[in-house]
């Protein structure tokens, strides 16, 4: 059976860091592009950042750039999502996604926009950042 599980998520305060983790089970990472979504209640869904876990490409929307890192331990079939600096407004439940089209990283890179639909999404894990 194909999970995503997400962790790491809290309460920290503004200026904080937090670490969440997205651990696959049920398929091995090859060519997949993986990414974080967030969503606050009464609000869309937001894209934050993706990787392809073939080659480390990245992409982050504008709001999180230079904040947050996102990264692939393939061999442990985890992305990471590193958050340095949080403010109020990232305050939501993210949610993990893949897809075993890699190549998407390249049309979200181009289009500036995070791709809607994917494969395999993982529950939420709340968090909350406190002024």
């Known amino acids: 059976e194909v999970q995503l599980q997400a962790s790491g998520g809290g309460l920290v305060q503004a200026g904080g860091s937090l670490r969440l983790s997205c651990a696959a089970s049920?398929?091995?990472?090859?060519?997949?592009?993986v990414g974080w979504w967030r969503q606050v209640p009464g609000k869309e869904r937001e894209g934050v950042s993706l990787?392809?876990?073939?080659?480390?490409?990245?992409y982050y929307v504008d709001s999180v750039k230079g904040r947050f890192t996102i990264s692939s331990d393939n061999a442990k079939s985890t992305v990471y999502l590193q958050m340095n600096s949080l403010n109020p407004e990232d305050t939501a439940v993210y949610y993990c996604?893949?897809?075993?089209?890699?190549?998407?990283?390249?049309?979200?890179?181009?289009?500036?926009?995070?791709?809607?639909?994917?494969?395999?999404w993982g529950k939420g894990t709340l968090v909350t950042v406190s002024s």
């Open positions: 996604a893949a897809d075993d089209r890699g190549w998407l990283i390249r049309t979200t890179q181009a289009l500036g926009a995070m791709p809607g639909a994917m494969d395999y």
């Open positions: 049920g398929f091995t990472f090859g060519d997949y592009a």
């Open positions: 990787i392809r876990t073939s080659d480390g490409s990245t």
